[in-house]
């Protein structure tokens, strides 16, 4: 019975394929070509579940029938990548970069699996596959633990143009649910990055849902993508502002103000939210080290501070992390490479990670 199963799925696949090129070749558009061979070939048990995986990965267009691709926009604003990782990442090597792009072209990897072991278990937590330029293109998580972030879950892929920039991604956020997201970024005639817009595919809420608490029948029939916000990137100096959209309706606006040494080693950044002074982060530099001192101002106006210091071989990749805790204990997070400078292993609060790699 089973045997049968997989022939009779391999055989609709199949006839799928010729359909749509026949399709094709007729002139029938693409999205109407695709799901008219769903139609005439595939079995009932299998139609409706292709239909639907057709519809969210290959038919990405929002309520209102617009084709969502990354774009290029014509605007002085926007900001530079490296600029963004300085707000979020800090200076260089200072935050562990899992995956350098360069190392894993010129090492050649095509695919990475990562297990987690403690004193109890031992399991794959990620299994990451890359192009041959280095770029990830298929990222799958298992509650996947990125020290000191948190962890991380869901299967995620990903588009770029010919200069490596990210375009689109898609996927599940979490193993147990069949809500799918997507994330577009766009960017000016120059390259930088001018927004990020966040969608998941699930049904609208019609108009006037809102007003009371939400039943089966506020919602439209059939999912669409539907934005759920909208990050826009501007920049002044030495000053980058984001703000966020839900809509056309401004929700929040971030501005951070970086400062560099005289090496231009970025030594603070000061965070404002809608115009209040909330986080400031110094980093000192030492040989072989970088210290992180971070002072945040909570709600209620206490202030919570943060301390961490990185340590870096002669190659300048990070291979220990130390986070100073409020009782003046230690967590530390180890990493050893290999010699094509991959990460062989990470240990950290008794789990070891171990990298797993195989080439093109």
Same mark, same amino acid.
């Given at each position: 019975?089973?045997?049968?199963?997989?022939?009779?799925?391999?055989?609709?696949?199949?006839?799928?394929?010729?359909?749509?090129?026949?399709?094709?070749?007729?002139?029938?558009?693409?999205?109407?070509?695709?799901?008219?061979?769903?139609?005439m070939t595939t079995p009932k048990s299998y139609s409706f579940l292709l239909v639907i995986s057709l519809n969210i990965f290959f038919c990405c267009r929002d309520n209102n029938?617009?084709?969502?691709?990354?774009?290029?926009?014509?605007?002085?604003?926007?900001?530079?990548?490296?600029?963004?990782?300085?707000?979020?990442?800090?200076?260089?090597?200072?935050?562990?970069?899992?995956?350098?792009?360069?190392?894993?072209?010129?090492?050649?990897?095509?695919?990475?699996?990562?297990?987690?072991?403690?004193?109890? *278990?031992?399991?794959?937590?990620?299994? &990451?596959?890359?192009?041959? !330029? %280095?770029?990830?293109? $298929?990222?799958?998580?298992?509650? =996947?633990?990125?020290?000191?972030?948190?962890?991380?879950?869901?299967?995620?892929?990903?588009?770029?143009?010919?200069?490596?920039?990210?375009?689109?991604?898609?996927?599940?956020?979490?193993?147990?649910?069949?809500?799918?997201?997507?994330?577009?970024?766009?960017?000016?005639?120059?390259?930088?990055?001018?927004?990020?817009?966040?969608?998941?595919?699930?049904?609208?809420?019609?108009?006037?849902?809102?007003?009371?608490?939400?039943?089966?029948?506020?919602?439209?029939?059939?999912?669409?993508?539907?934005?759920?916000?909208?990050?826009?990137?501007?920049?002044?100096?030495?000053?980058?502002?984001?703000?966020?959209?839900?809509?056309?309706?401004?929700?929040?606006?971030?501005?951070?103000?970086?400062?560099?040494? *005289?090496?231009?080693?970025?030594?603070? &950044?000061?965070?404002?939210? !809608? %115009?209040?002074?909330? $986080?400031?982060?110094?980093?000192? =530099?030492?040989?072989?080290?970088?210290?992180?001192?971070?002072?945040?101002?909570?709600?209620?106006?206490?202030?919570?501070?943060?301390?961490?210091?990185?340590?870096?071989?002669?190659?300048?990749?990070?291979?220990?992390?130390?986070?100073?805790?409020?009782?003046?204990?230690?967590?530390?997070?180890?990493?050893?490479?290999?010699?094509?400078?991959?990460?062989?292993?990470?240990?950290?609060?008794?789990?070891?990670?171990?990298?797993?790699?195989?080439?093109?």
């Open positions: 019975m089973k045997k049968t199963r997989q022939y009779n799925l391999l055989s609709a696949l199949l006839s799928l394929f010729t359909t749509v090129r026949a399709g094709l070749t007729w002139n029938i558009p693409g999205r109407q070509a695709i799901m008219l061979a769903v139609i029938g617009t084709r969502l691709v990354s774009r290029t926009i014509n605007s002085n604003q926007g900001i530079a990548i490296d600029s963004l990782n300085f707000i979020n990442d800090g200076p260089k090597d200072f935050t562990l970069e899992y995956f350098p792009v360069k190392t894993i072209r010129l090492a050649g990897v095509r695919e990475c699996l990562i297990t987690e072991q403690d004193s109890v *278990s031992k399991r794959v937590a990620r299994t &990451v596959q890359f192009d041959k !330029n %280095g770029n990830i293109i $298929k990222d799958e998580n298992n509650f =996947f633990s990125w020290w000191f972030e948190g962890k991380m879950r869901g299967n995620y892929n990903y588009q770029y143009d010919e200069t490596g920039r990210k375009l689109i991604m898609k996927g599940i956020s979490q193993e147990d649910t069949k809500d799918s997201v997507m994330t577009i970024w766009n960017y000016n005639s120059n390259g930088l990055l001018l927004s990020r817009d966040a969608y998941e595919f699930s049904k609208k809420l019609k108009p006037g849902g809102d007003r009371h608490l939400p039943g089966p029948n506020d919602y439209e029939k059939n999912p669409t993508w539907n934005k759920v916000q909208s990050y826009r990137f501007s920049h002044r100096a030495d000053s980058l502002t984001i703000e966020t959209f839900a809509g056309n309706k401004s929700v929040n606006k971030e501005n951070y103000q970086l400062y560099f040494d *005289s090496s231009k080693k970025l030594k603070q &950044v000061i965070k404002f939210e !809608n %115009g209040s002074l909330v $986080k400031t982060t110094d980093y000192t =530099f030492e040989a072989g080290s970088i210290t992180g001192y971070v002072k945040r101002k909570i709600n209620d106006g206490t202030e919570w501070t943060y301390k961490s210091k990185i340590i870096l071989n002669d190659k300048g990749n990070l291979i220990e992390k130390v986070v100073f805790e409020s009782d003046d204990s230690e967590v530390k997070m180890i990493v050893s490479y290999i010699a094509n400078g991959t990460i062989k292993t990470i240990k950290c609060n008794n789990t070891i990670q171990e990298f797993q790699y195989s080439y093109y």
